[in-house]
């Protein structure tokens, strides 16, 4: 059983930055595809980047291509995601996602998930 907790969320400024930490216990971390999804008040939850067990591979939603990056350090067991730029629609509840086989833009197949952290972008 994997647990993910997040941390590193707050309240900051259109066009500033902040840094998601995910940090993993309970399974061989460097198995597991990561991955961040995030939920806005009344939408479903969206993925938004995920990355391989290797780091090698990262795959981004379009709407934050170019303005967050994903990363993930094995030693650590901790995946991050660096946002850039941000913007009033950024705003959501941040979360970290796992799954063995690699994560899945479809939230339902990803089995393992974090608590959340809530990220406000101010206008």
């Known amino acids: 059983q994997v647990q993910l907790v997040e941390s590193g969320g707050g309240l900051v400024q259109a066009g500033g930055s902040l840094r998601l930490s995910c940090a993993a216990s309970?399974?061989?971390?460097?198995?597991?595809?990561m991955g961040w999804f995030r939920q806005a008040p009344g939408k479903v939850r969206e993925f938004v980047a995920r990355i391989s067990w290797s780091g090698g591979s990262t795959y981004y939603a379009d709407s934050v291509k170019g303005r967050f990056t994903i990363s993930r350090d094995n030693a650590k067991n901790t995946v991050y995601l660096q946002m850039n730029s941000l913007k009033p629609e950024d705003t959501a509840v941040y979360y970290c996602?796992?799954?063995?086989?690699?994560?899945?833009?479809?939230?339902?197949?990803?089995?393992?998930w974090g608590q959340g952290t809530q990220v406000t972008v101010s206008s």
């Open positions: 996602a796992a799954r063995l086989s690699g994560v899945s833009l479809i939230p339902t197949q990803n089995n393992y």
């Open positions: 309970g399974g061989t971390f460097s198995r597991y595809g």
